[in-house]
């Protein structure tokens, strides 16, 4: 297969001097446009970038009820059949070919071409931005091919392997990637060569790349919990009492900012100016649950509904409603950018927002792992521990990372800790507490929340039941992709969605 990726688009959204070569990496690896890894590191933070910000986070956050759909597309209704929870494996096939034919790909190259060229400074950051997407990828497949994947041409149809001996091996990878990047020499090291924590001292971007590489062990760890809790508890606790470095604000969040500019846009936002228009919104459940929480941070995730209502109200769509209907709040700011224009001659007599009432600069970054998810694990291991007086000052941490994320004013953030902010009741309903609060706060944080759904059942969403749905549970994990399984014979198709990843132990 082969993959071109502009550097131009790399150069724009690294604010770079314009270029008008191309990335030509081919699975032939003796017909290779070698480039170098100062060209490819940027490309690869892109796509991970992009990944973040994809299907797979449109596909997830249906599955629990963070986002719905409504409307027709091409003889089918594309975004409610996620919530419906019928997802084909066809519907999958481009995450996957980006996954392992790009993604995955170029990480192994700028590895091995980094090793080589004496450059441990990239190929630790390669190894950490591949635990990452592993880690993400297990979490919806399960077993994926991981050993002998992305030989870069060696082996194009490699075995699956276990899921649990991967996320296993994802702990060495992001320590040989921590010690990487400390190493005392390198020939190059990334500074502003990167989508990602780019910086014109490494130092700076070093720290930013191990706070990172700890940050997501926690979250591997964490996901043990159902599985194995003293080992998740364990580990989490000999992680930070080894004196690691963590995410200590929102700067240090691992995230990718898109640009204004059309085509570097985030693609949450690209579908809103395509054959999507007005499909795409936010689900009944969460917008119900904010508003009975009275939460501010509806004002950045949602538009109003009606439009011009006072005081504001917010309505989420459903697969439930049984008609096809513009009468919904819209995503908004926080996953959108800023507004950049109203037209409120685009609002109709019932306050519902016409196709181009409202535009915004598509520049929200891909949040991929937050200072906020940080806080929230925390406080999970706190109460794990017994560390009540812990776990409540992480859970307040954390929702004040997210209120800042948001951009609300302090005051905001203070009415709603008066009634929000403390933990209360038995272990089990300060970890719905704990849970609730995080999955508020990764609205739009590819998978986590799916993840956390299944490894402890909070929030407590009601899952559709046949024959809305295809199954009368929240799907446990994806099937693959079927263009994959049709071409290598070593990947057999799953039997349904309810097969379960190794960790998701609970009934």
């Known amino acids: 297969m082969k993959k071109i990726f502009s550097l131009l688009t790399v150069a724009t959204l690294l604010g770079a001097a314009s270029c008008s070569s191309f990335l030509d990496v081919n699975d032939d690896p003796n017909n290779v446009t070698k480039v170098g890894i100062n060209q490819l590191l940027p490309a690869v933070t892109v796509n991970v970038g992009y990944f973040g910000a994809s299907d797979l986070l449109r596909v997830s956050g249906a599955f629990v009820q963070q986002f719905s759909g409504q409307g027709p597309v091409q003889g089918h209704v594309a975004f409610k059949e996620y919530e419906r929870y019928n997802v084909n494996d066809s519907d999958i096939n481009n995450q996957w070919v980006t996954l392992f034919g790009t993604a995955l790909s170029d990480i192994s190259v700028l590895i091995k071409q ?233 609002v109709d007599a019932k306050g519902a927002l016409q196709t181009g009432a409202i535009s915004y600069s598509g520049e929200s970054p891909a949040r991929l792992l937050t200072f906020a998810e940080y806080n929230f694990i925390r406080a999970e291991a706190a109460l794990m521990n017994g560390a009540a007086a812990e776990a409540q000052t992480f859970y307040a941490a954390g929702i004040k990372a997210s209120f800042d994320e948001s951009k609300l004013p302090a005051s905001s953030l203070a009415t709603y800790m008066a009634s929000k902010g403390t933990l209360a009741g038995t272990n089990q309903q300060k970890l719905e507490q704990i849970i609730t609060e995080k999955y508020i706060a990764n609205f739009g944080v590819v998978a986590e929340p799916w993840t956390d759904y299944r490894r402890t059942g909070y929030p407590a969403l009601t899952p559709l039941k046949k024959p809305i749905a295809i199954y009368d549970e929240v799907p446990r994990s994806l099937l693959y992709s079927q263009s994959e399984a049709n071409n290598n014979p070593n990947i057999k198709q799953k039997s349904s969605m309810l097969e379960r990843v190794f960790w998701d132990t609970r009934q």
């Not at 149809?157 to 990487?180: C, F, M, N, S």
């Open 114 to 346: 980094a090793t080589e060229e004496g450059s441990p400074h990239y190929a630790g950051v390669a190894k950490l931005l591949k635990a990452y997407i592993y880690q993400v990828t297990v979490d919806a497949w399960g077993d994926v091919p991981y050993f002998n994947a992305s030989m870069f041409g060696e082996n194009l149809k490699p075995e699956v392997d276990d899921d649990e001996l991967i996320y296993k091996d994802l702990i060495r990878l992001i320590d040989e990637g921590i010690a990487d990047i400390n190493a005392g020499t390198s020939v190059l090291s990334p500074n502003s060569f990167s989508a990602i924590y780019a910086s014109s001292n490494w130092a700076t971007s070093k720290e930013k790349w191990e706070k990172f590489g700890n940050t997501l062990k926690l979250r591997i760890y964490l996901h043990y919990s159902a599985k194995d809790p003293n080992f998740s508890k364990t580990k989490i606790n000999e992680l930070i009492n080894s004196g690691a470095k963590f995410f200590a604000s929102n700067e240090d969040g691992f995230t990718m900012n898109f640009l204004s500019s059309p085509q570097r846009q985030n693609p949450i936002y690209s579908i809103e100016l395509g054959q999507y228009r007005n499909q795409f919104l936010p689900n009944r459940y969460i917008v119900d649950l904010m508003n009975n929480n009275e939460d501010p941070r509806r004002e950045r995730y949602f538009t109003p509904f009606p439009y011009f209502s006072n005081p504001k109200t917010y309505k989420g769509s459903s697969v439930m409603d049984a008609n096809v209907s513009s009468e919904y709040s819209r995503l908004h700011e926080y996953l959108y950018g800023n507004v950049t224009s109203f037209n409120p001659s685009m």
